[in-house]
């Protein structure tokens, strides 16, 4: 979401300076990949980091590694031997994210997945205390219905770009695919009595999602 650029400069200067990895990470995707605004960036990344560090997760799955900010982001709250698997359909990304990982210190506790999400979540065994989606924007309820059984009760779904745009509110705007698939999901969410969830305006929001103890 749009926010004043004297705010925005505020916030920043008052939060954790990016990691010099993060930063460097930063810099080459928007050097060489296209879309850059796809990264998570310094803001989001430092909260999911502290949301992670608050969970405290064992296993975390995301879905949308793309050049893996968000990715170092997520690891750094795990416990000792926890791991994070994680998601990307682009396999050219694979080793910018691969190269981070280990510059990071985190090759050892994330698993990087190649492939469809929607056929790679079915077959991995483990359960998630955490779970980042940031994958196809018309998938986002196709996810969220295949990973809820692999999540722990009192465990955490976490969405981003839920509101694309402020093309959510605006009847005109939710004509394209991307627009439709986040809709369905935010107003799925709504109606879904095993969870409660709240949407945070950072960025292109977050829905921070809890899965209830039934």
């Given amino acids: 979401m749009n926010m004043d650029k004297e705010i925005s400069d505020y916030i920043l200067r008052h939060t954790t300076s990016e990691d010099p990895v993060l930063q460097n990470l930063n810099r080459e995707t928007n050097l060489k990949v296209v879309y850059p605004r796809m990264i ?29 900010y968000s990715s170092i982001c997520l ?3 795990l416990r000792g031997n926890g791991v994070l698997h994680t998601i990307e359909i682009n396999d050219e990304l694979r080793n910018m994210a691969m190269k981070y990982f280990n510059m990071a210190g985190l090759q050892d506790c994330i ?5 469809d999400a929607l056929k ?15 994958g196809n924007k ?5 996810y969220y219905e ?20 402020g ?45 209830l103890n039934f």
Wanted: glycine share 10%; net charge negative.
């Fill in 146 to 165: 295949l990973v809820f059984p692999k999540v722990v009760p009192g465990g955490f779904i976490i969405a981003d770009n839920v509101l694309w745009g």
């Fill in 40 to 68: 998570s960036g310094h803001l989001q990344g430092k909260l999911i980091e502290m949301l992670s560090c608050m969970i405290c997760p064992l296993k975390i799955l995301e879905i949308g590694t793309y050049t893996g």
């Fill in 111 to 115: 698993i990087l997945h190649n492939g």
């Fill in 120 to 134: 790679i979540i079915p077959v991995l065994e483990d359960v998630f205390d955490l779970v980042f989606i940031d």
């Fill in 138 to 142: 018309q998938q986002y309820l196709q």
């Fill in 167 to 211: 093309k959510v509110v605006q009847e005109q705007g939710r004509t394209d695919k991307e627009t439709k698939g986040i809709a369905e999901f935010n107003d799925y969410l709504v109606q879904d009595e095993r969870v409660e969830q709240m949407i945070l305006p950072v960025r292109d929001g977050l829905t921070i999602i809890r899965k």
């Fill in 75 to 77: 690891a750094k709250g």
